[in-house]
Nanobody, 126 residues
C-alpha cells in the first residue's frame, strides 16, 4: 500500500506559477509510474502528466505541454508538478497517482493508476 499526500495548491492569478508536491509513504514507490490528474467542477477527472520511475520518460496532456513540468526525487519519495503561465482553465483539484505496474507506455487513463492522494485545490483567477 502506498499513501500519497499532495501540497502546494492555492489561489493565483492568470500567468502566475505554482509548484505542486506529492509525497509518497508506505511501500517503496521507486519503481512506480507517477501521474498528476485534475478535476474541474462538473467535469471528469483528466490526465495532466506522468513520469516513469527513473524520470527518463514523461508524458503530458496537450493542454499543458510547454507550461507544466513533472519531475521526481526518489530520495525524497516526492513527485513535483511545476505549473507556469497558469490559465483560468487550469482551475481544479489536482490529484497525484501511482501506477504499481511496469509499463512500456505511461498511462494517461485514471484506470491505470492504483493509488491516489486526496487532492489539492488550484484556483486561477483572472
Amino acid at each position: 500500500q502506498v499513501q500519497l499526500v499532495e501540497s502546494g495548491g492555492g489561489w493565483v492569478q492568470v500567468g502566475d506559477s505554482l509548484r505542486l508536491s506529492c509525497v509518497a509513504s508506505g511501500r517503496t514507490y521507486d519503481n512506480y509510474i507517477m501521474g498528476w490528474f485534475r478535476q474541474a467542477p462538473g467535469k471528469e477527472r483528466e490526465f495532466v502528466a506522468a513520469i516513469d520511475w527513473r524520470g527518463a520518460r514523461t508524458s503530458y496532456a496537450d493542454s499543458v505541454k510547454g507550461r507544466f513540468t513533472i519531475s521526481r526525487d526518489n530520495s525524497k519519495n516526492t513527485v513535483y508538478l511545476q505549473m507556469n503561465s497558469l490559465r483560468s482553465v487550469d482551475t481544479g483539484v489536482y490529484y497525484c497517482a501511482a501506477d504499481r505496474f511496469i509499463r512500456a507506455v505511461l498511462g494517461t487513463s485514471s484506470t491505470s493508476y492504483d493509488y491516489w492522494g486526496q487532492g489539492t485545490q488550484v484556483t486561477v483567477s483572472s
